[in-house]
T-cell receptor, first 114, second 111 residues
Framework: DAGITQSPRHKVTETGTPVTLRCHQTENHRYMYWYRQDPGHGLRLIHYSYGVKDTDKGEVSDGYSVSRSKTEDFLLTLESATSSQTSVYFC?????????????FGSGTQLSVL | KNEVEQSPQNLTAQEGEFITINCSYSVGISALHWLQQHPGGGIVSLFMLSSGKKKHGRLIATINIQEKHSSLHITASHPRDSAVYICAVPNYGGSQGNLIFGKGTKLSVKP
């Protein structure tokens, strides 16, 4: 299994509070992604990174920011959490940029915003 | 933007049955992914294919590029195959490297 660790695995927070989710990899892969998974939707891309300090927005980036100061860590921050951000968040990594590349996923973070 | 449709949404089978899950997409692609999401939530990449057929154990994935259609087959199904199966295709014109994911097919195999 690819070495990807997400933390925390579960979090309950209140509306308006900041939240940071962490993704840590030991594979030295260049590309890292944050997805959210909601009932009735496929996985949707929030942000991704193509290198240290290089990030870009995905299709559902509003209300989220990311940072990547080291190859192995990709942080997702909800500056002021809202109930619509209650979701399961997955981090993924890949070695190549090409869309025909294999993705490896973390175990997910269940976030509940009350 | 590519659109992805999976069918069926839910599938219940008896142990030993042959299972087929379908995936259709709207825009020509370079490769298609099949993923498995376990009941505990973890997601594993099963196949990535751009033409023809790939086989891994009891799982077989096929793709017809002209018809924009892929199938995932499970032979001699087992309760441990119970999971959500997801197909994904490139989202050309979207974020670099982005994939569009289907909503998944929930498979339940009864002993």
């Amino acid at each position: 299994d690819a070495g990807i660790t997400q933390s925390p695995r579960h979090k309950v927070t209140e509306t308006g509070t900041p939240v940071t989710l962490r993704c840590h990899q030991t594979e030295n892969h260049r590309y890292m992604y944050w997805y959210r998974q909601d009932p009735g939707h496929g996985l949707r891309l929030i942000h991704y990174s193509y290198g240290v300090k290089d990030t870009d927005k995905g299709e559902v980036s509003d209300g989220y920011s990311v940072s990547r100061s080291k190859t192995e860590d990709f942080l997702l921050t909800l500056e002021s959490a809202t109930s619509s951000q209650t979701s399961v968040y997955f981090c993924a990594i890949s070695e190549h940029r090409d869309r025909a590349r294999k993705l490896f996923f973390g175990s997910g973070t269940q976030l509940s915003v009350l | 933007k590519n659109e992805v449709e999976q069918s069926p949404q839910n599938l219940t089978a008896q142990e030993g049955e042959f299972i087929t899950i379908n995936c259709s997409y709207s825009v020509g692609i370079s490769a298609l992914h099949w993923l498995q999401q376990h009941p505990g939530g973890g997601i594993v990449s099963l196949f990535m294919l751009s033409s023809g057929k790939k086989k891994h154990g009891r799982l077989i994935a096929t793709i017809n590029i002209q018809e924009k259609h892929s199938s995932l087959h499970i032979t001699a199904s087992h309760p441990r195959d119970s999971a959500v199966y997801i197909c994904a295709v490139p989202n050309y014109g979207g974020s670099q490297g982005n994939l569009i994911f289907g909503k998944g097919t929930k498979l339940s195999v009864k002993p």
